[in-house]
């Protein structure tokens, strides 16, 4: 939720916050017939989201905030789901008070990532010179290192409203990549170790004659860089501008962010294939925010994005996934609110 971020969150939790919330889009969920718009996803669970996620902060000391923050997600496309385990840690400093139209500025650092076991697609992935009918991943990861710098102008009691600019890089890492494929009327069982490939014949194979029983080959030979494709290294930058209104029991949030982001190796393969790469996303987000009690709220909030997952979970880019985030997305999510 980078595009919230304000220099003075004791504007809206005294000294801390718990929050527990769930996450989805579904077909149901669809308002605005995002999906339709899409043939590839309309009338299939393609782009299918369920989550949940909890979020604590604390104010260690004056204008010194620290948070964490642990999700799980089912992201689905037309055949199969994928479930990543997503974390956070920040550390939030405010190292210039607002004063007169000067407004109050923070430094926030923060790690965060998402894994999987693995990943198994049964859907084939086209690569150049061959077909893979499924493909597993295992330990697929991806972690990120981001500063933000915020500016929050207090315009009256009740109306806040912050900027932000943000830098990070990307990494990702995995286990280990196997596939099926099928070559002379056989199904061989794939294992790749780096570019090199180990095929073993997948008994029974009816083809008459000679039945070759494994192979050695490598995917470079076929145009392809495993490695670079799948495990890529990046940087991105971000900019965003949000609103707080609150009155009585009611909090009103809205905001803007935009995310660019330069990835290494693996978009400059997709336009030597004439493909596009997605490096931006623009996100608007709006939350409604109403306390049940001196301590309790509860809140729903909104998000559209022009583009498929691009900043939340970076691990899902690569060569074979990279068509699908050209979609719109909305998600929607619900839960309650400590504050202390």
């Known amino acids: 939720m980078d595009a919230f971020l304000t220099a003075v969150p004791e504007r809206l939790a005294p000294s801390g916050v718990l929050e527990v919330g769930v996450d989805h889009m579904n077909e149901g969920l669809d308002l605005f017939k995002i999906r339709e ?15 949940q996620h909890l979020i604590a902060a604390w104010q260690a000391m004056e204008g010194l905030w620290l948070s964490g923050g642990l999700w799980e997600r089912r992201v689905s496309d037309a055949a199969d789901t994928y479930l990543y385990t997503s974390w956070q840690v920040a550390g939030q400093y405010r190292f210039v008070d607002a004063q007169g139209s000067r407004p109050a500025m923070a430094l926030r650092l923060s790690a965060w990532g998402n894994r999987a076991a693995a990943t198994d697609s049964s ?8 077909k893979l ?5 295992t330990e697929p990861a991806d972690q990120q290192l981001q500063a933000d710098l915020i500016a929050t102008w207090s315009l009256t009691p009740s109306w806040d409203v912050s900027t932000l600019v943000s830098a990070g890089s990307n990494h990702l890492a995995y286990g280990a990549l196997s596939a099926t494929t099928s070559r002379n009327g056989c199904n061989y069982q794939l294992h790749f170790s780096g570019n090199d490939i180990y095929g073993t014949l997948i008994p029974p ?19 392809v860089d495993v490695a670079n494709e799948i495990a890529w290294s990046g940087a991105f930058m971000q900019l ?10 009611w909090t009103l949030k809205g905001a803007y962010l935009l995310h660019a982001a330069r990835r290494e190796v693996v978009d400059a393969i997709l336009a030597s294939r004439g493909k596009t790469a997605y490096t931006q996303n623009h996100t608007i987000t709006f939350e409604s925010d109403y306390r049940l009690h001196t301590n309790m709220s509860l809140f729903a909030r909104a998000q559209y994005s022009s583009s498929l997952l691009v900043n939340d979970i970076p691990v899902t880019y690569n060569s074979s ?6 979609s ?3 998600l929607f999510s619900v839960g309650l609110r400590a504050l202390f």
């Open 205 to 223: 194979c009816a083809t008459k004659g000679g039945v070759l029983q494994q192979f050695f080959d490598s995917s470079g030979d076929y145009g």
């Open 123 to 130: 859907t084939p992935v086209n690569v150049p010179g061959a």
């Open 37 to 51: 718009s899409d043939p590839l996803s309309s009338g299939t669970t393609a782009g299918d989201y369920q989550g």
């Open 321 to 326: 996934t990279a068509a699908r985030f050209g």
């Open 328 to 330: 719109k997305y909305s």
């Open 133 to 137: 009918n499924t493909v597993k991943v």
């Open 240 to 249: 965003g501008v949000n609103g707080v209104w609150r009155s009585g029991p």
